[in-house]
T-cell receptor, first 111, second 116 residues
Framework: SQKIEQNSEALNIQEGKTATLTCNYT??????LQWYRQDPGRGPVFLLL?????KEKRKERLKVTFDTTLKQSLFHITASQPADSATYLC??????????FGSGTRLLVRP | GAVVSQHPSWVICKSGTSVKIECRSL??????MFWYRQFPKQSLMLMAT?????????EQGVEKDKFLINHASLTLSTLTVTSAHPEDSSFYIC????????????FGPGTRLLVL
């Protein structure tokens, strides 16, 4: 069956460093992959979408890579700030534009 | 742009009562809206897909008679939890997909439901 894995352990880093989060998937060949940010008690906020024919996408301090051979996406936040602390969800495209979400990785950026 | 609202933001009700949650796209027309449920420290689980003017499509294991969905207009979808029980307590989140960027979903702020 289809499976999406994100590191369930929180990622704790120092302000200014680069945060790297991983999303792995199996039994799946998505046409695109998305990353969302979710703060406690709030709905997810869309960050970036990357298609299967794109290797990398950037938006300000964010960078996403998509390796369809490894079945993996990496999400990077450069020059991290305490305000970046949140849970980051990866989501893969299912049928009929449905999204299938990973369980998310919590990022903590220490000042 | 692409703002989605939900109402109410939180609700507490007695077991056996019904609760209605509204999801609105404020600045765009949403041909499709999605309803999710999220339990603590878990990811979002899709409950149903709602298309304007047609019946909702429910995911496997979701009772359509318990979770009534109505998508009466291009900017409004409602989820009614009928005869709610404590196990229905959860965080309910809707999302809307516009006609432009069809792959991206814009999420509402969520509704916290507590059934006593």
């Amino acid at each position: 069956s289809q499976k999406i894995e994100q590191n369930s352990e929180a990622l704790n880093i120092q302000e200014g460093k680069t945060a790297t989060l991983t999303c792995n998937y199996t039994n799946y060949s998505p046409a695109y992959l998305q990353w969302y940010r979710q703060d406690p008690g709030r709905g997810p906020v869309f960050l970036l979408l990357i298609r299967e024919n794109e290797k990398e996408k950037r938006k300000e301090r964010l960078k996403v890579t998509f390796d369809t051979t490894l079945k993996q996406s990496l999400f990077h936040i450069t020059a991290s700030q305490p305000a970046d602390s949140a849970t980051y969800l990866c989501a893969l495209e299912g049928s009929s534009y449905k999204l299938i979400f990973g369980s998310g990785t919590r990022l903590l950026v220490r000042p | 742009g692409a703002v989605v609202s939900q109402h109410p933001s939180w609700v507490i009700c007695k077991s056996g009562t019904s609760v209605k949650i509204e999801c609105r796209s404020l600045d765009f027309q949403a041909t499709t809206m999605f309803w999710y449920r999220q339990f603590p420290k878990q990811s979002l689980m899709l409950m149903a897909t709602s298309n304007e003017g047609s019946k909702a499509t429910y995911e496997q294991g979701v009772e359509k008679d318990k979770f009534l969905i109505n998508h009466a207009s291009l900017t409004l979808s409602t989820l009614t939890v009928t005869s709610a029980h404590p196990e229905d307590s959860s965080f309910y989140i809707c999302s809307a997909r516009g006609t432009g960027q069809q792959e991206t979903q814009y999420f509402g702020p969520g509704t916290r439901l507590l059934v006593l």
